[in-house]
């Protein structure tokens, strides 16, 4: 982990969807005469513009008439960001993805060697002139999913969240113990096993652990994948939580520390189709690849063949033909 915050956010898919309900059912209640109802830049093409219009796929098709909103959501530590997922939500279904994008992914870009840390996605919102738009612009490249949203939080925002609900419940697997005197600020993790809550920098500390210096503790077997999946598991259980409380605490809490480029608008017609969101339909997976070493460096490199796959399951669509011309191409090794 060294000197910088490993922060996850799957946060934001939670808040999205909470201050997002919240602000639609505030605004019914404050303002009943108001047309939230029908808000601008909602009108669906008419059919005749949809029959009018030609597609190369049948993935392009169903993209184009779909009801999903793809948001990415970046948890940020200085100029890396340090967790990055993508939240696909169906309006019509009520049916949300989460995709997690592991820190070290392979993204390949010109002027750097080949095998560094600055081809890691993790590196490029900090590196590229365009910040976050270069991300959204990497993450479509690698999953071939349009990104319609982004959001981004910081360390305090994820702190803000965790208290803002009461604390997590989770069941920590292992005696997690790992400290580093020269992080900033210095880390010292501490969490012992077993079915707990924890709050505000404990939970910050279950979400960055991945393996311990101590003799006689360990990590997860699997590194970074591992402490994906507890963060996952994480995330279905601050949901479930969150959906429970008062709106409005939680909205005065977190969204002070959130980035986002979604408007008020957004917001309202989101919230009114969040209405009846389950966390049983909510499903998380990730970026399909292998950790494969290069360079006497750890990547993570993307399988192109499987993430269609996840793109055409994701749309409903069949596999044909014409897939192989829609799949993603392997990062460059």
Excluded at 178 to 193: E, G, V
């Amino acid at each position: 982990m060294k000197q910088f915050i490993k922060i996850f956010f799957l946060w934001l898919v939670i808040f999205t969807a909470v201050i997002s309900t919240g602000i639609y059912t505030y605004a019914k209640f404050a303002y009943p005469d108001s047309q939230v109802e029908n808000l601008p830049g909602e009108e669906n093409q008419t059919a005749d513009e949809d029959e009018n219009t030609e597609f190369d796929t049948p993935l392009e098709k169903a993209i184009h008439e779909s009801n999903r909103i793809n948001v990415l959501v970046v948890g940020l530590e200085g100029t890396r960001s340090d967790t990055i997922m993508l939240a696909s939500f169906d309006r019509k279904t009520k049916e949300a993805d989460i995709i997690s994008i592991p820190r070290d992914t392979y993204y390949f870009r010109e002027g750097y060697s080949k095998y560094a840390d600055t081809q890691k996605i993790n590196a490029v919102y900090g590196m590229e002139e365009e910040g976050i738009k270069a991300l959204v612009k990497a993450i479509e490249e690698l999953t071939g999913l349009p990104i319609d949203n982004y959001a981004t939080v910081d360390y305090d925002g994820v702190r803000a969240a965790v208290d803002a609900i009461g604390g997590v419940e989770v069941n920590v697997p292992f005696h997690m113990r790992y400290t580093d005197p020269y992080a900033k600020p210095p880390l010292d993790i501490n969490i012992k096993p077993g079915k707990q809550i924890i709050y505000g920098d404990n939970a910050i500390e279950f979400l960055r652990f991945r393996k311990s210096n101590y003799e006689g503790y360990y990590g997860y077997a699997n590194g970074d994948l591992g402490r994906i999946e507890a963060q996952q598991n994480f995330v279905k259980s601050a949901v479930k939580k969150a959906m429970s409380l008062k709106i409005i605490n939680v909205i005065n809490a977190v969204y002070p520390y959130v980035e986002t480029d979604l408007t008020l608008t957004n917001l309202l017609a989101l919230g009114k189709d969040a209405i009846g969101f389950s966390t049983e339909n909510l499903e998380a997976t990730t970026l399909p690849g292998t950790d494969k070493m290069a360079g006497g460096l750890s990547f993570y490199f993307p399988n192109g063949e499987e993430m269609t796959r996840l793109v055409y399951d994701l749309y409903d669509v069949n596999l044909s033909a014409y897939a192989d011309k829609e799949n993603i191409a392997d990062a460059n090794q």
